[in-house]
């Protein structure tokens, strides 16, 4: 019975490999997907063929193929003997190898002598327990676990005998071999355990003990070890998009999202303005090939942060009034070479009203703006008739006092919104935006 398990476990419990790599801090979804078979396949027989399958995956589809094949021949003047031991993968699947070199001979009937010809094998590489498993290797389709030739003419005047082998496993105890397991077009490499004990004079005995392999693509894997190398990226959260000003471009938005849990591997934010009509169907594929987005530092605080009148959506159009949007923060790093950027869960939808005629902040000598919950006013004029109101976003006035000096800030205490904050002076109004966010 095959025992699939899915484990995760922190580096910090890997000790050679956390003095060398970098923290590892989120692995909620970096896995090794660990197969044990219970009990251990034996592949043991003598003059007989012997295969066994694997499915790496367990997708019912076989993703390599292990067998023994045994060939023997023989005539009045000559016999051949031959065990060849091998993996091979189906399909795109491939196993790590290198290139051996054999010089055998053959026998020339005409000059009665033997003459040596070279030959080039691929054989899998029998890899250490705890060496890492990547693209640093060579992947082949097939390749020989162990190979035994053995060519006797005794029936010449000169009799002779020729016979040679290749391997790297034979009697060397429990070795792995690297797999890149194709999985919808993407390479996840792995690990098979084996050991082989074999000769051409007695039975042979290949012993599979275990297999698993990286869910992550093109993400490093260990050998003998079921836990991720993959650094997943924690995500920002509770992205808000406000409509705070009356530019009618990117100026007009604020975001504000909490930053990641941990961002220490974090090396910055990237905004993403999606059209709405699109954002159902917005991936993390889309963010990595997109070219429009903000960057923002990390800062070890949550951010808030306006666009620019220049900002684009995704796709390379600026941002206006008449479209609603929904904003995405990506969770960013290209300095770690197993990390999985993160996407968050889109904002609010936000549709920028249409602009007005409002003077602006400089030319009236007026400024307003909110922090928290609280208005901050500051003027250039003050007379006994200026006072201050605030509406909400249907109208309702839900603040007024009078302005009695030059700077003030008042404690509204109302909800996180939006809302228009106007200053009366005389014949004057001059009004603004303003977001209440805590």
């Not at 065990?83 to 993968?89: D, T, W």
């Not at 206006?320 to 969770?331: A, E, G, I, M, Q």
Request: aromatic share 14%.
């Amino acid at each position: 019975m095959n025992n699939i398990k899915a484990r995760q476990k922190q580096f910090a419990q890997y000790s050679l490999l956390a003095a060398s790599l970098v923290t590892i801090v989120n692995e909620a979804e970096a896995q090794v997907i660990y197969t044990d078979l219970d009990p251990d396949t034996v592949l043991d027989a003598y003059w007989d063929d012997v295969e066994f399958m694997i499915d790496m995956n367990a997708d019912a589809i076989n993703d390599f193929h292990v067998a023994l094949i045994y060939s023997y021949s023989s005539s009045a003047y000559e016999w051949l003997n031959s065990i060849n031991i091998y993996i091979s993968g189906f399909g795109e699947n491939k196993i790590a190898y290198t290139v051996q070199t054999v010089i055998d001979s053959y026998y020339n009937w005409t000059s009665e002598t033997l003459v040596p010809e070279t030959f080039y094998y691929n054989l899998a590489i029998a890899i250490n327990s705890e060496d890492t498993i990547d693209s640093g290797f060579n992947f082949n389709k097939a390749a020989k676990l162990f190979q035994f030739n053995c060519d006797d003419n005794g029936a010449t005047l000169s009799g002779w005998t020729t016979c040679w082998s290749i391997d790297n496993w034979f009697n060397e105890g429990e070795k792995f071999a690297g797999i890149q397991l194709n999985i919808d077009g993407e390479i996840h490499y792995g690990w098979i355990r084996l050991s082989l004990e074999t000769s051409w004079w007695e039975p042979n005995k290949l012993i599979i003990f275990d297999y698993a392999y990286e869910a992550s693509a093109e993400v490093s894997i260990i050998a003998g070890k079921d836990f991720s190398l993959s650094v997943i990226l924690d995500a920002a959260l509770n992205v808000d998009a406000a409509d705070i000003d009356n530019f009618g471009d990117g100026r007009d938005v604020q975001i504000v999202f909490d930053k990641a849990a941990n961002e220490i591997n974090i090396q910055e934010y990237r905004l993403f303005v999606v059209p709405a009509e699109a954002a159902d169907s917005f991936s993390l594929d889309d963010a990595s090939a997109s070219l429009f987005f903000t960057s923002i530092p990390t800062t070890g605080s949550d951010i808030t942060t306006i666009f620019s009148e220049s900002t684009k959506d995704i796709d390379g159009a600026f941002i206006t009034y008449d479209v609603p949007y929904k904003v995405f923060v990506l969770s960013y790093s290209d300095t770690i070479p197993e990390v999985i950027n993160t996407l968050s869960a889109a904002s609010n939808e936000i549709l920028l009203n249409e602009p007005v005629n409002i003077p602006e902040p400089d030319d009236a000598g007026i400024k307003i703006f909110s922090q928290f919950n609280y208005l901050h006013v500051r003027l250039n004029v003050l007379n006994d008739k200026t006072n201050l109101s605030v509406t909400d976003n249907v109208g309702r006035k839900v603040f007024e006092t009078p302005i009695i000096q030059m700077q003030s800030a008042f404690a509204l205490n109302l909800p996180n919104g939006i809302y228009i904050a106007s200053i009366y002076s005389g014949n004057k109004i001059y009004s603004q935006k303003i977001v209440i966010h805590e």
